[in-house]
């Protein structure tokens, strides 16, 4: 069976209640049916979670599709005396499906690592919610191969084929978040391709054919037309181009296009 297209808008520490919810009907007014092709999940701060959560929840009812909601990260402990942090099931409270876990900036900033990441993954399973494990060499790392043969052993450990299988998976080299330009379709698809590979020795082939693998990094709409033709690359993400509707709206349109031939 194909795997459905994934759009991803993480917008970090930014974007108002009202931004957000402006952002979610202008998106789905120019989207309209394509929301029904793919999966586009937008990651707002924290603060917007539960209006944004009841504004999809009447825009599906009246549409029958929209927009899926996902958190920028959460707590690796369910210990309640973490003052400033959010845990898996408070996300879940919130309206939250997916959960982003990994990312650069957690890394760099809260001093994530690889074991961190993995406890909150179980976590968030337990919560429910579905991990996007964001993966990628790192700024001092050459080797796409070396780099994520160390990570993803320690990133799954103690997973079962069967949640694995239900992740999505963002290849993100490190070296290019925050630029004008994403790395070379090239570059992506091979990425991409050594997750998929990785998994299906490490797994299974059926493991391996589910899960969702797309690439992050200063993904732009002029670029979101190659990317995505690798046949690993199942969609895109963008942050700061993921902020604006109609320049979201022409990323994903470009996606479904890439994936489904023919379609807009």
């Known amino acids: 069976m194909p795997r459905k297209p994934l759009a991803l808008a993480n917008w970090k520490m930014t974007m108002t209640v009202a931004d957000s919810l402006t952002f979610v009907h202008d998106a789905q007014a120019q989207l309209g049916a394509i929301l029904a092709k793919l999966d586009l999940v937008i990651c707002p701060p924290y603060t ?3 209006p944004v959560a009841q504004e999809l929840r ?9 927009l899926h909601l996902g958190g920028q990260n959460c707590a690796a402990t369910t210990d309640i ?6 845990s898996a099931e408070l996300l879940a409270d919130a309206g939250c499906r997916w959960v982003m876990l990994g990312h650069w900036e957690t890394r760099r900033h809260l001093d994530d690592d690889d074991t961190t990441v993995n406890r909150k993954l179980h976590l968030a399973l337990a919560a429910g919610l579905t ?6 060499e790192g700024k001092q790392q050459s ?3 070396d780099a994520l043969a160390q990570q993803l052993p320690r990133l799954l450990e103690g997973c079962r084929a069967g949640q694995v299988a239900t992740m999505t ?11 004008n330009a994403p790395a070379g379709a090239a570059h992506v698809g091979r990425g991409c391709a050594l997750i998929r590979e990785w998994v299906r020795t ?14 992050g990094g200063s993904v732009t709409p002029e670029h979101a037309a190659d990317l995505p033709t690798h046949p690993d690359v199942d969609g895109l ?5 993921g902020r604006d509707a109609a320049t979201f709206a022409a990323i994903v349109r470009r996606i479904v296009q890439a994936k489904l031939t023919g379609e807009t």
Do not use: C, K, M
Not at 59 to 65: F, I, P, S, T
Not at 131 to 136: D, R, S
Not at 202 to 213: G, K, S
């Open 48 to 50: 917007a979670l539960w």
């Open 58 to 66: 009447n825009l599906y009812a009246r549409d029958g599709y929209t």
């Open 81 to 86: 005396a973490r003052t400033g942090e959010i």
């Open 131 to 136: 991990p996007i494990l964001l993966v990628g």
């Open 143 to 145: 080797s796409v191969a």
């Open 169 to 179: 998976f963002v290849y993100e080299p490190e070296g290019q978040i925050g630029l």
């Open 202 to 215: 490490h797994f299974d082939a059926a493991t391996a054919a589910q899960i969702r693998i797309i690439y």
């Open 237 to 241: 993400g963008a942050s700061s181009r």
